[in-house]
């Protein structure tokens, strides 16, 4: 009984056309988008005829542009039961952005789509979150964003669940690993040492600079893009090449358990939960950049 999950940012909707093409390649059940233009009247077909729009939610704006998170499913291995979207918090350069843009277009809040399955073949629910954290931020503001998205997570819930997209974290890493450990989720691309080419597309002036620098110190091309689950077992995860986007589509395969099968984690307190979280408030702008 297996399950399978792409997640793609598709750069300002660059790529957008590819997603068909990859849908009917690597057979998913189910498509995370980055970076989509939320404002197409067709936007249910963007994953092609196989796949059914789950829900999206508008992210940011950028050149007058709304562009968001969509996430598709495969009703042929799937059932579809709910979703909601998280509004994230903003982080200081978000903040500082609203106030200068105030009076020429309406800011949006960076979100992640949560949605709930069935799968029809072994009847165990899945729970997917489609993540795009802030591009344009500390990785204290991010683990806040992210540490809002793990709250949502029941740790006595039984079912599958993934966390999938742009968590847009390229080093400083432990206080991430801590945080998912924390939350009993397990890292699906640890063997992807990068997820993102070096083109620096719409990038601004100031923007090029930046990268510039972060690229004297890391030499490789970033890893953004991840996958992280609970209740389930990983079977395959991949980098697939795609020349429309600087990041790559990633895409991981999963075996569900039935119940009896599972061997389930140990469980942190309700008072350890409260204690972990409110320890991340009171660190969220230490960085391990």
């Not at 996430?71 to 106030?99: A, D």
């Not at 949006?108 to 997917?128: A, P, Y």
């Not at 500390?138 to 966390?163: H, P, V, W």
């Not at 600079?209 to 395959?236: A, H, Q, S, W």
Request: proline share 4%; aromatic share 12%; charged share 30%.
């Amino acid at each position: 009984m297996q399950f399978s999950i792409l997640t793609y940012n598709i750069l300002l909707n660059d790529a957008r056309s590819s997603i068909q093409d990859l849908g009917e390649k690597c057979n998913p059940d189910v498509i995370c988008i980055q970076e989509l233009n939320t404002n197409n009247p067709h936007l249910d077909r963007v994953a092609g005829p196989n796949y059914r729009l789950a829900e999206y939610a508008n992210c940011f704006v950028k050149f007058g542009t709304i562009f968001g998170g969509a996430t598709y499913y495969n009703p042929k291995t799937l059932q579809y039961h709910s979703s909601k979207v998280i509004n994230l918090p903003k982080s200081y350069y978000e903040m500082f952005n609203l106030v200068v843009h105030l009076f020429r277009f309406k800011t949006r809040n960076r979100t992640v789509v949560r949605t709930k399955f069935t799968h029809r073949q072994s009847g165990k629910e899945i729970t997917v979150y489609n993540i795009h954290l802030s591009s344009h931020a500390s990785n204290g503001a991010r683990l806040r964003q992210l540490k809002k998205t793990l709250k949502e997570i029941d740790l006595e819930d039984t079912s599958a669940t993934i966390l999938a997209g742009d968590f847009n974290y390229p080093f400083g890493r432990k206080k991430l690993e801590k945080t998912m450990r924390f939350c009993g989720l397990s890292e699906a691309t640890s063997n992807l040492l990068f997820t993102t080419d070096k083109r620096l597309t719409y990038y601004t002036f100031w923007e090029r600079m930046g990268k510039r620098v972060l690229d004297f110190f890391v030499k490789r091309p970033f890893k953004l893009d991840y996958i992280f689950y609970r209740n389930c077992t990983p079977l395959e995860t991949k980098r697939i090449d795609a020349p429309l986007s600087d990041h790559f589509p990633i895409f991981s395969s999963f075996t569900i358990k039935k119940e009896a099968e599972e061997k389930q984690p140990m469980l942190p307190s309700k008072e350890e939960r409260a204690s972990f979280f409110a320890e991340e408030d009171e660190d969220e702008t230490d960085d391990e950049d």
